[in-house]
């Protein structure tokens, strides 16, 4: 029997797809109160929250994560129905397993055996749990990290519960992200017959200069934590689907992924600088996704790094690679922020699943964290 294992299982079998949560956080709140802890259930629009806190003294060191999954898309592609929590030759089978309903598991029973041996630790802990980070991300966490900031309430530092790992448990943590802006830009034109172009107005060949200079630009040269910024041309789409007509407006989607080398502010002028200088007439309009954020070598990296090689007898290295998580919302209030979970290699896929192994691993290395910073 494993404590890790079982509560993974019961997480998994509730279908908690964005934004449900399926009764996750009622389980895992039940659970914390019997240690301590005292649940604060946050709902906003159609996003159900949980801020549980055990402790009033600092420092807070949080755990977070989400309860709810992507879709699992044709059911009839997975070796095992996604939400049976199916454990098979080593591996707990279903959607969430590794992203991150395994994670939340492996938090939980590390934070109840944590407790059992220390109840009189230091600081707090804190549980930050939310139910739409796979969804639109504007009723979960955020809303939550806004809620304690009017009250004046800090996380010190925080474990996101992220699948981290790449080709084996904890070879890899991360303790920053790159920034993330998309830009929609309508370049006009006019539309008209190509055989009489001089009565028309050709959008796409109006931007090719732009677009080949928007491509090319060397935006910044990155640092020590973060590679170079990086923007991709994500959607393009002009004309009506006929051959003989030249379209009136050109529409592109592209993102940055940005460095602390540069602001999302300092991103805008440049396009707008290109554009004007490519003499194009535009709309122009942004989604700013989340700022970089990094965490320096310190008190939670070593915490980190110490429970890991006390596990695992290695140590991590240190990343700032791949896409966003909640922990944007978190380290803007100061707070110390790293990821850490299980391997990436199924999350979203058919057919996700985790370790049952490293599952156990990962809540043995959360404690070892908490005894680090709390005893």
């Known amino acids: 029997m494993s404590d890790v294992l079982d509560l993974a299982k019961e997480l998994i079998r509730r279908e908690s797809v964005t934004p449900k949560d399926a009764g996750c956080q009622h389980v895992i709140a039940e659970r914390l109160a019997k240690v301590g802890f005292k649940n604060e259930p946050m709902f906003f629009v159609d996003t159900l929250n949980t801020w549980s806190r055990r ?8 755990f977070a994560g989400h309860t709810d999954v992507v879709p699992t898309g044709d059911e009839s592609k997975w070796r095992f129905p996604p939400f049976a929590g199916i454990e098979d030759n080593g591996y707990l089978h279903g959607r969430g397993a590794a992203d991150m309903k395994g994670s939340l598991a492996a938090m939980v029973v590390a934070t109840e055996r944590f407790v059992a041996k220390y109840p009189q630790h230091k600081g707090s802990i804190s549980f930050l749990i939310t139910s739409d980070e796979e969804g639109p991300f504007i009723n979960g966490t955020t809303r939550v990290i806004d809620t304690l900031e009017a009250r004046n309430e800090k996380i010190d530092m925080c474990i996101v519960g992220e699948p981290s790992s790449t080709d084996k448990l904890a070879d890899v943590v991360k303790n920053g992200r ?7 830009l309508t370049v006009k ?10 009565l028309a107005n050709n959008p796409v060949h109006q931007s090719s200069g732009f677009l080949q200079a928007l491509c090319s630009e060397q935006w910044d040269q990155g640092n020590e934590f973060f590679p170079a910024t990086s923007m991709q041309i994500s959607n393009i789409h002009a004309g009506t689907g006929a051959g003989n007509v030249i379209p009136g407006d050109l529409e592109v989607q592209f993102n940055f992924r940005y460095s602390t080398e540069l602001t999302a502010q300092q ?8 554009l004007e200088q490519h003499k194009i007439t535009y709309d122009l309009s942004w989604i700013h996704n989340g700022q970089p954020f ?8 070593d915490a980190v790094q110490n429970a890991i090689h006390e596990q695992l007898g290695y140590s991590a290295e240190l990343q700032t690679s791949g896409g966003t998580s909640d ?4 380290a803007p209030t100061g707070a110390k922020v790293i990821e850490l979970g299980p391997r990436n290699a199924t999350i979203h896929q058919v057919d996700e699943c985790v370790s049952c192994e490293d599952l156990e691993n990962l809540a043995l290395i959360y404690e070892g964290i ?6």
């Open 55 to 62: 402790g009033e003294q600092k420092p807070n060191v949080c």
């Open 178 to 184: 790159r920034g993330s802006l998309t830009a929609f």
């Open 189 to 198: 034109g006019k539309q008209g017959h190509v055989a009489y172009p001089h």
């Open 267 to 274: 991103i805008q002028e440049r396009v707008v600088a290109m």
């Open 294 to 301: 990094i965490t320096e070598p310190g008190e939670l990296i």
């Open 327 to 330: 922990g944007r919302f978190i």
């Open 370 to 375: 908490l005894r680090q910073l709390l005893t």
